[in-house]
Structure formats: structure tokens, C-alpha cells
């Protein structure tokens, strides 16, 4: 399978070093023994006994390996931004397949374990003892666990394999369905999914299990609550209709619902209620401008309306709105909207409690908002046309740029490209003086090819080979597809956050390339 997230926020522990050590001095009797080596030996075994219970060791045996490594992955936790994965412990398959390896974990948390291409969810405590076995052939289908911490590993193991078919369907419902197949659809998913988890924790709940089960009741809440608020915008953005919901209020009364309340403090470590808690911000700052939460109208909203939505979550927990102020200010300065720097400095004015980690990262994303703001300079990278030559975005310098960051495999990528050619086709007298240049992520250059061919991309076509860790990518900052950017002939940004084909772009060429309305 692709990589299979758990839906709450992971934590790293440090890594601790060895205190148990073993005696070099032979046995004695006690009665040979000193006061202060008696009171000494307890306290080596209390050292020994906690060295092991902040470690977790994990032994097993893959059939059929693709390659001879297997890995644990942790991230840490941060509500505010999307940490890379770190690596805390690395052991090589033997000639029969078996592999063990210990390492230092000093919280319970969420985790991953990888060998190939092949990555399974986990969740460790602790003084964990596991052994895994499993047929790379049929990873999904033959992940099995036993020892201390089994139950949890299994529930999830089994989870995938019923997410997967819950995903195919999800897809489908979002963009098909029609309103009442859609409740119908995402609420009996709910039921089934937390019957799912109470079934295979039949027994009376266990201390050890409370945390996982709580996040995890909190996750299936938290995503049917994302689920159900995004439906119709997402019907607006994908133009199937306008939905027509029976009765706009009636169907937003699920947001009443107990488990989708704003209380609990502990749920920041939750990544679907994250996202459901961005979701509702966006949904009420909307309902205030008089438009529908879709990303086709999101522009239509102000900064302010957004913060104040942010601030008036009903009955939350302090925590939970300051993560909401912060996670909207983020998302504002990572999209380069108007006045989202002024928008920072009143979180940091109204949030003077606001975690240090959390101030450097907004920090971080201040400096890129101002370094692609309009009049910079646009930075300069390097990307692969169709014929395998290299073209530099300064290689057009004295021309309006409208560049272009998508991918073959990205949905309403593929939705713009017909816009796109109605672009095209209504800038043509203007040919000579605009540049449509379309960099693409794709990793697979076939794939890209293809997409290319088969949809008749319009436009100077070119690739940056490393996907999001392109240089291309990295410049500008791109942390979703598409994303568009509007730069003058001089050289300058006009808009790191340019309007989509679909949504203004020509209004907004047009103006760079100085034509009076």
C-alpha cells in the first residue's frame, strides 16, 4: 500500500542513553557486602528496569523481501506545520528474513514501519515488545502482530485494509453523490467505523489503551465533521452543481453534535480534528461574507472575517482557539493573502502566551510571505522541457510569466487545463508578450509525458524533476498544486498567489500587461 497515515498528530521522544551497566566485581555474600554497595545495587536495577521501559524493541520475519532494511519512522508533534519524518531505528533482514531492533521511545505515540516502498501505521508505548510477521507479496493483507502492544497494532493493520475500500468509495461520494446518498454515505461510515473500534476493543477499557481509543474516537468524529461541512463547496469546485440542500440550516445542524465540540484540549493532537477545526473556521468566516466554503470563493473572504471566525469558536477551550488562530495565520501567510502580515502581528499581540515553537514557525513563514511578495524579485530556477533542454524562468525576463505548478496526478490540476486554453486562446493577439510556462512535479516523467499528450496541455511545458523538493518548488515555496504566479516583465512577483484560469487570471494578465479596460 501507499503510505497510511494515522489521522492524529505524532510526538518524538529524545533519545536516552544507556543507564544500566553490568557489574565487572564477582558475587558476594551479604554479609561481605559495604552499607553503600547495598544501597547502591537497588538503585542500578531501578536505572536497568527504566533504561528498558523507555525503550521499544521489535523482532519478526518478512517473507519474500524486496529489499533487506526495515525502519521506524516518528514525527514529532507540532499542531502547526507538517514536521518531515525522522528516522529512530534501522535493522538489516537476515538470510531467513527475521530482523530485530531496539530503540529509545519514551512516550506513547504513533509511528510507521517501513521496509521497501511499503509503509504500515503503528502505535508504541513504552517498554513495547512486539514481533511482526508479514509476506511483502501481500503486505496489507498479512501484517500480523504479537507481544506487549499487539491489540492496538492489529486493530490499525486491519483498519487499512477497510480504509482503503472507505477511500475508493469517498472519492466517488465527494464528487458524484447527490446530497442525500452523501449523508447517508459518510454517516454510516461513522457508524461503522467506531463500531469498528469498540468491536475490537470489547473488553473493559485497559489504562494502557484509554489514550489511543480516545484519539481515535476523536479522529472518526473529526473527519465524518470535515466530511459533512466540506460537501458542497466541494460540489461547487468540481462544477457537478450548486448543491441544493433541502434546508441550509437543518443540514448544519450536525455541527451541534456533541463529538464535534471545541472542549477538549488534548484533541490539537488530533490531525483530522486539525483539519476539521480548519474546515469550520473557513465555513463560518464564509457564512459571514455571504458565500459558499469552497476554494473557488475563499478569495471573496477578508482576512479579518477569517481571524474573527477563528476567535468566536463556540464554548472552545482556550488552547484549541489559540491553535485555530495560529493554524489560520499560517495557512494565510503560506498562500501569500493580502494583509496576512498584519494579521500576524495581532495573533502575536492577542496570543502573548503563544509556545515559542509556534512563534518561530510563524516566524519562518512571515520571512517567505515577505520574500515573495509583490516587487520582489522572482526567483530564478532551472526546469527540463519535452526535448530534455534546461529553460531558466529568466530566460523570459522582459515578458509577463504566468508559471504554473501542477502535476499529472492532481485533480483540480486537471480541471484547470481547459480554462487554461480558453486563457490561451483569448491572450493570442498578445503572444509575443506573455510566457505561459507550466513546471510540472510529476516524479514519473512518463506519466507526465502522457498527461501531456493525451489532454493537449497548452503552453512551454517543463519539468523539476524532485517533485516538492525541487529547486523550482522550494523557491517558491509550493506546499500544494496548483498554484499559480504572476510575474512582470521586469522581473518582479506581481502575485505569488495568482488567480487560477478558472477564477480572474485573465483580468489579472491582462492588467500586468498594461491593457485599459
Given at each position: 500500500m501507499n503510505r497510511v497515515l494515522l489521522s492524529f498528530a505524532l510526538a518524538l521522544a529524545g533519545v536516552l542513553p544507556a543507564l544500566g551497566q553490568k557489574s565487572?566485581?564477582?558475587?558476594?555474600?551479604?554479609?561481605?557486602?559495604?552499607?553503600?554497595?547495598?544501597?547502591?545495587?537497588?538503585?542500578a536495577a531501578l536505572l536497568a528496569a527504566q533504561s528498558t521501559a523507555a525503550t521499544v524493541t521489535i523482532t519478526?520475519?518478512?517473507?519474500?523481501?524486496?529489499?533487506?532494511?526495515?525502519?521506524?519512522?516518528?514525527?514529532?508533534?507540532?499542531w502547526l506545520g507538517r514536521p518531515d519524518e525522522t528516522t529512530v531505528g534501522t535493522a538489516k533482514l537476515d538470510a531467513n528474513g527475521r530482523f530485530s531492533l531496539t530503540f529509545s521511545w519514551k512516550t506513547e505515540r504513533a509511528a510507521q514501519f517501513s521496509t521497501s516502498d511499503e509503509v504500515t501505521s503503528m502505535w508504541l508505548r513504552p517498554g513495547d515488545r512486539l514481533t511482526v510477521t508479514l509476506d511483502a507479496d501481500q503486505f496489507d493483507e498479512t501484517v500480523k502482530y504479537a507481544g506487549t502492544g499487539a491489540a492496538v497494532?492489529?486493530?490499525?493493520?486491519?483498519?487499512?485494509?477497510?480504509?482503503?475500500t472507505y477511500y475508493e468509495k469517498q472519492a466517488f461520494a465527494e464528487a458524484e453523490l447527490?446530497?442525500?446518498?452523501?449523508?447517508?454515505?459518510?454517516?454510516?461510515?461513522?457508524?461503522?467505523?467506531?463500531?469498528?473500534?469498540?468491536?475490537?476493543?470489547?473488553?473493559?477499557?485497559?489504562?494502557?489503551?484509554?489514550r489511543f481509543r480516545q484519539q481515535e474516537r476523536t479522529a472518526i468524529e473529526a473527519e465524518w465533521g470535515t466530511e459533512r461541512l466540506n460537501y458542497p463547496g466541494m460540489r461547487l469546485f468540481y462544477k457537478l452543481d450548486s448543491v441544493m440542500l433541502p434546508d441550509t440550516d437543518q443540514y448544519f445542524a450536525f455541527l451541534d453534535d456533541p463529538a464535534l465540540r471545541f472542549t477538549d484540549s488534548a484533541a490539537a493532537g488530533v490531525n483530522d480534528f486539525l483539519y476539521f477545526l480548519d474546515s469550520y473556521v473557513y465555513h463560518r468566516a464564509s457564512l459571514a461574507a455571504g458565500v459558499s466554503n469552497s476554494p473557488v470563493t475563499r478569495q471573496q473572504v477578508t482576512v479579518d472575517q477569517y481571524y474573527?471566525?477563528?476567535?468566536?469558536?463556540?464554548?472552545?477551550?482556550?488552547?484549541?482557539?489559540?491553535?485555530?488562530?495560529?493554524?489560520?495565520?499560517?495557512s494565510l501567510l503560506d498562500n501569500r493573502e493580502p494583509g496576512a502580515d498584519k494579521l500576524h502581528a495581532r495573533l502575536l499581540a492577542d496570543e502573548p502566551r503563544l509556545p515559542a515553537a509556534a512563534r518561530k514557525t510563524l516566524a519562518a513563514a512571515l520571512a517567505?510571505?515577505?520574500?515573495?511578495?509583490?516587487?520582489r524579485p522572482a526567483p530564478d530556477f532551472t526546469a527540463t522541457t519535452l526535448d530534455g533542454k534546461p529553460v531558466k524562468l529568466s530566460d523570459f525576463r522582459g515578458k509577463v510569466v504566468y508559471l504554473d505548478f501542477w502535476a499529472s496526478w492532481?485533480?483540480?490540476?486537471?480541471?484547470?487545463?481547459?480554462?487554461?486554453?480558453?486563457?490561451?486562446?483569448?491572450?493570442?493577439?498578445?503572444?509575443?508578450?506573455?510566457?505561459?510556462?507550466?513546471?510540472?512535479?510529476?516524479?514519473?516523467?512518463?506519466?507526465?509525458?502522457?498527461?501531456?499528450?493525451?489532454?493537449q496541455v497548452d503552453g512551454l511545458n517543463a519539468r523539476a524533476a524532485t517533485d516538492f523538493k525541487s529547486e523550482a518548488a522550494t523557491r517558491y515555496a509550493v506546499n500544494g498544486i496548483p498554484q499559480y504566479v504572476l510575474i512582470?516583465?521586469?522581473?518582479?512577483?506581481?502575485?505569488?498567489?495568482?488567480?487560477?484560469?478558472?477564477g480572474g487570471a485573465q483580468a489579472a494578465i491582462e492588467a500586468a500587461l498594461g491593457v485599459k479596460k
Amino acid at each position: 500500500m501507499n503510505r497510511v497515515l494515522l489521522s492524529f498528530a505524532l510526538a518524538l521522544a529524545g533519545v536516552l542513553p544507556a543507564l544500566g551497566q553490568k557489574s565487572s566485581t564477582t558475587a558476594r555474600k551479604p554479609a561481605a557486602r559495604s552499607a553503600a554497595t547495598q544501597k547502591a545495587k537497588p538503585k542500578a536495577a531501578l536505572l536497568a528496569a527504566q533504561s528498558t521501559a523507555a525503550t521499544v524493541t521489535i523482532t519478526g520475519r518478512i517473507l519474500h523481501p524486496k529489499n533487506r532494511t526495515v525502519s521506524i519512522q516518528a514525527t514529532p508533534a507540532d499542531w502547526l506545520g507538517r514536521p518531515d519524518e525522522t528516522t529512530v531505528g534501522t535493522a538489516k533482514l537476515d538470510a531467513n528474513g527475521r530482523f530485530s531492533l531496539t530503540f529509545s521511545w519514551k512516550t506513547e505515540r504513533a509511528a510507521q514501519f517501513s521496509t521497501s516502498d511499503e509503509v504500515t501505521s503503528m502505535w508504541l508505548r513504552p517498554g513495547d515488545r512486539l514481533t511482526v510477521t508479514l509476506d511483502a507479496d501481500q503486505f496489507d493483507e498479512t501484517v500480523k502482530y504479537a507481544g506487549t502492544g499487539a491489540a492496538v497494532n492489529n486493530y490499525l493493520a486491519a483498519k487499512s485494509l477497510r480504509e482503503e475500500t472507505y477511500y475508493e468509495k469517498q472519492a466517488f461520494a465527494e464528487a458524484e453523490l447527490p446530497f442525500a446518498r452523501f449523508v447517508a454515505f459518510v454517516d454510516s461510515t461513522r457508524t461503522d467505523r467506531l463500531a469498528f473500534l469498540t468491536q475490537r476493543f470489547l473488553q473493559p477499557p485497559t489504562a494502557a489503551d484509554a489514550r489511543f481509543r480516545q484519539q481515535e474516537r476523536t479522529a472518526i468524529e473529526a473527519e465524518w465533521g470535515t466530511e459533512r461541512l466540506n460537501y458542497p463547496g466541494m460540489r461547487l469546485f468540481y462544477k457537478l452543481d450548486s448543491v441544493m440542500l433541502p434546508d441550509t440550516d437543518q443540514y448544519f445542524a450536525f455541527l451541534d453534535d456533541p463529538a464535534l465540540r471545541f472542549t477538549d484540549s488534548a484533541a490539537a493532537g488530533v490531525n483530522d480534528f486539525l483539519y476539521f477545526l480548519d474546515s469550520y473556521v473557513y465555513h463560518r468566516a464564509s457564512l459571514a461574507a455571504g458565500v459558499s466554503n469552497s476554494p473557488v470563493t475563499r478569495q471573496q473572504v477578508t482576512v479579518d472575517q477569517y481571524y474573527k471566525a477563528a476567535s468566536a469558536l463556540p464554548g472552545a477551550h482556550p488552547h484549541i482557539r489559540t491553535v485555530a488562530r495560529a493554524r489560520l495565520v499560517k495557512s494565510l501567510l503560506d498562500n501569500r493573502e493580502p494583509g496576512a502580515d498584519k494579521l500576524h502581528a495581532r495573533l502575536l499581540a492577542d496570543e502573548p502566551r503563544l509556545p515559542a515553537a509556534a512563534r518561530k514557525t510563524l516566524a519562518a513563514a512571515l520571512a517567505t510571505y515577505e520574500r515573495l511578495s509583490p516587487g520582489r524579485p522572482a526567483p530564478d530556477f532551472t526546469a527540463t522541457t519535452l526535448d530534455g533542454k534546461p529553460v531558466k524562468l529568466s530566460d523570459f525576463r522582459g515578458k509577463v510569466v504566468y508559471l504554473d505548478f501542477w502535476a499529472s496526478w492532481c485533480g483540480p490540476c486537471l480541471m484547470e487545463i481547459k480554462p487554461a486554453r480558453q486563457l490561451h486562446d483569448a491572450l493570442h493577439t498578445r503572444a509575443d508578450e506573455v510566457v505561459f510556462l507550466n513546471v510540472s512535479l510529476d516524479a514519473d516523467e512518463a506519466a507526465w509525458r502522457r498527461c501531456i499528450e493525451k489532454r493537449q496541455v497548452d503552453g512551454l511545458n517543463a519539468r523539476a524533476a524532485t517533485d516538492f523538493k525541487s529547486e523550482a518548488a522550494t523557491r517558491y515555496a509550493v506546499n500544494g498544486i496548483p498554484q499559480y504566479v504572476l510575474i512582470g516583465a521586469d522581473g518582479t512577483i506581481i502575485n505569488a498567489n495568482a488567480p487560477r484560469p478558472s477564477g480572474g487570471a485573465q483580468a489579472a494578465i491582462e492588467a500586468a500587461l498594461g491593457v485599459k479596460k
